[in-house]
C-alpha cells in the first residue's frame, strides 16, 4: 500500500531527559530536529511539503512514547485540504504510550476548501498511567462563490485504547449539503475545535478547579465539557475565528502542565 506521506517517530527516556530515539519519514511528511521548549522535553513539528493535501493523497503518522518519555507535537502550519474530485484526503495516526508517558499533540486548524473531501482516523493505544493531550480545530477554507461551508464532507474519527480495551470512540461527521446551521450542526458558527485530555490527573478535584477557572474563557466562545469513562476530559468549543479556540485550548493547556506537572506554559504558534 503506498502513501503520500509517511511518517514514524519513537521517543524515549534517557537520563532523566527525552529523546528521539528513531525517526523515519518518506514522501510528503517530514519533521524537525527536536527544540527542547523544557529542558527535559522535546517539541517537534510535523511538515507537509506540498503545502495542501488533493484529490487520492493519503498519509500515515506512527508516534510510540516508551516508558516515562514526554512529547509535544504540532504542526508547522494548517492541514489545507482542497478540491477532492474522485477520492477524499485520507489521514490515518497511530499513537501509542507506554507507562507514565506524556504526548501532547496540538495541530494547526484543518481548513476545508471548496469542494473537499476529507477523512482522518486517529488510533491510541495508552496505559492507564499515561498521558494523552489532543486539540483537533475544523474550520471552512475560502470560496469562489465566497459561501462558507462549500466543502463537500468531513469525517473525523477517534479510538482510544485504555489498558488494550477500546474505552473512548469520537466520531464527527460534516456534510454541508445536509445543512450545517441548524440544532445538532454548527448553529450558526463556522469554526469547531475538540480538546481530548485522558490522564491519570484527571481527578474530581481537578474537574472542579477547572470549572472555575472556565469562567475565564472568552465571551465569543460557545463551549461545553464532558467526563468520559476514563479519568479525563472532554471540551467542544465553537467560535467564528480560529484564535478564539486556540486561547481556549491554550489556557486549558497551561492550567493542565501547571496544575499536573508543576511546569510553566510554552507557546507552539508560529505567528
Not at 495508552?126 to 464532507?153: A, V
Request: hydrophobic fraction near 40%.
Amino acid at each position: 500500500m503506498s502513501w503520500s506521506g509517511l511518517l514514524r517517530c519513537t521517543a524515549m527516556e534517557k537520563n532523566g531527559r527525552t529523546v528521539i530515539s528513531d525517526c523515519y519519514y518518506e514522501g510528503a511528511l517530514k519533521l524537525t530536529r527536536p527544540i527542547y521548549l523544557h529542558p527535559s522535553q522535546p517539541a517537534i513539528y510535523l511538515i507537509h511539503v506540498g503545502g495542501g493535501y488533493v484529490d487520492g493523497d493519503r498519509y500515515k503518522t506512527e508516534i510510540m512514547l516508551q516508558e516515562k518519555a514526554q512529547l509535544i507535537v504540532t504542526t508547522q502550519s494548517a492541514t489545507k485540504i482542497y478540491k477532492t474530485i474522485k477520492m477524499p484526503v485520507q489521514q490515518y495516526t497511530s499513537i501509542y504510550l507506554d507507562h507514565q508517558s506524556v504526548f501532547e499533540f496540538f495541530p494547526d486548524p484543518v481548513i476545508a476548501y471548496e469542494k473537499a473531501q476529507f477523512y482522518q482516523e486517529m488510533a491510541v493505544d495508552m496505559k492507564e498511567s499515561s498521558t494523552f493531550i489532543y486539540g483537533d480545530i475544523i474550520t471552512p477554507g475560502w470560496s469562489e462563490s465566497g459561501e462558507l461551508f462549500c466543502y463537500d464532507r468531513i469525517r473525523s474519527k477517534l479510538k482510544i485504547y485504555y489498558e488494550g480495551d477500546l474505552m473512548l470512540f469520537d466520531h464527527l461527521y460534516l456534510e454541508p449539503s445536509k445543512g450545517m446551521t441548524g440544532i445538532l450542526q454548527m448553529e450558526g458558527y463556522t469554526h469547531f475545535g475538540s480538546l481530548f485530555v485522558i490522564s491519570p490527573f484527571m481527578t474530581k478535584n481537578f474537574l472542579q478547579q477547572f470549572e472555575r477557572m472556565a469562567a475565564r474563557f472568552p465571551a465569543s466562545a460557545h463551549l461545553g465539557w464532558s467526563i468520559p469513562m476514563i479519568p479525563g476530559l472532554i471540551v467542544r468549543v465553537f467560535a467564528h475565528e480560529t484564535y478564539v479556540i486556540e486561547t481556549v485550548f491554550q489556557m486549558i493547556h497551561q492550567f493542565i502542565r501547571e496544575e499536573c506537572f508543576q511546569e510553566g506554559p510554552i507557546f507552539l504558534r508560529k505567528y
